[in-house]
C-alpha cells in the first residue's frame, strides 16, 4: 500500500495511526480515555501495555479500533522463550497486532542469526493465530549497515511492519531511516514510524517517506488539524519529528 499526503483522506489518515498508550505510569482511566479517543477518531489501534489488553479489548469491541501490544518492551532483552510467552498470551487477551522489540544488543553484537530466530518465532506465532506483527529495531542504537540487516531478516521471517522506535531511546524516526527501512524490504513488508512524530506536517512527511503506520499520543489534534488543512484553514511547514513519544 502506498499512500501520499497529496492523496490522502481523513479517513485513509486516521488510520495510519496507532494511538499510543504506552506510557509505564498510565492508570486504567488514562487507557479508557485513551480508547475513547481512538475510536472518536477512527484511528487504526490502540497500543496499550500487556497488562490492559483485555480492558482495550473490551472497550473498543464495538469500535473499528484494533488493539495491538507490546512485547519484549521497550529493551527487547528478553530471551525468545519469553516472549514466546508473552505474545501467546497478548493474543489470548486479545491482542490483533503485535510490536515487538527485537534484541538489538544481540544484533549491535553480530549475532543476526540469532535475531533471525526470534523474529521468525514470534511471526509464526503471530500468523498462526491471525495476528500481525511490527518489528521494532530500534534505530537510535544502531547503524545503517544494522537496520539494513535487521530489514533482511524480518523480509525473510515475513513480518508484517518493520518499526523504527520504542519511544524510549534518544531519538526516534527520522525521513531518513524511514527512506532506508522502505528501501530494503518489499511491497509485502509495511514500514511504521514512531517516537516524536506528534504533529500533522511531521506525520505528513513520514507518510510521503512511506509508511502506513505511525505510532503516536497526538491523534486528536493531528485529525483535527488534518480536517483544517484540507479546508485551507491551516498552513503546515514540514519537518522532521523529534522527541518522546
Given at each position: 500500500m502506498t499512500?501520499?499526503?497529496a492523496t490522502i483522506t481523513h479517513e485513509q489518515f486516521a488510520k495510519t495511526i496507532d494511538h499510543s498508550l504506552l506510557q509505564p505510569q498510565l492508570t486504567e482511566t488514562?487507557?479508557?480515555a485513551g480508547c475513547k479517543i481512538a475510536a472518536q477518531y477512527h484511528a487504526a489501534s490502540v497500543c496499550v501495555k500487556p497488562y490492559h489488553v483485555k480492558l482495550a479489548a473490551e472497550l473498543l469491541k464495538d469500535s473499528d479500533v484494533v488493539v495491538s501490544t507490546v512485547v519484549g518492551f521497550p529493551h527487547g532483552s528478553s530471551t525468545i522463550e519469553t516472549k514466546l510467552a508473552e505474545a501467546?498470551?497478548?493474543i489470548d487477551d486479545g491482542a490483533v497486532e503485535l510490536d515487538m522489540v527485537i534484541n538489538y544488543g544481540q544484533l549491535r553484537s553480530g549475532h543476526t542469526d540469532y535475531v533471525a530466530r526470534e523474529v521468525k518465532a514470534i511471526c509464526d506465532l503471530a500468523h498462526a493465530r491471525n495476528v500481525k506483527l511490527k518489528v521494532i529495531f530500534e534505530n537510535a542504537h544502531l547503524t545503517d549497515e544494522q537496520k539494513i540487516?535487521?530489514?533482511?531478516l524480518c523480509e525473510a521471517a515475513k513480518a508484517d511492519w518493520v518499526k523504527t522506535s520504542t519511544g524510549f531511546a534518544p531519538t526516534g524516526a527520522t525521513v531518513?531511516?524511514?527512506?532506508?527501512?522502505?528501501?530494503?524490504v518489499s511491497e509485502k513488508v509495511q514500514v511504521k514510524a514512531a517516537h516524536g512524530v506528534r504533529t500533522l506536517a511531521a506525520a505528513l512527511e513520514m507518510i510521503d517517506a512511506g509508511v502506513t503506520r505511525i505510532g503516536a499520543t497526538a491523534t486528536a489534534t493531528m485529525c483535527d488539524d488534518f480536517v483544517k488543512w484540507r479546508k485551507g484553514e491551516l498552513t503546515i511547514e514540514r519537518a522532521e519529528?523529534?522527541?518522546?513519544?
Open positions: 499512500l501520499s499526503s488514562d487507557v479508557a501467546g498470551q497478548a540487516a535487521a530489514c533482511q531518513a531511516d524511514i527512506k532506508l527501512m522502505r528501501a530494503n519529528p523529534a522527541g518522546g513519544y
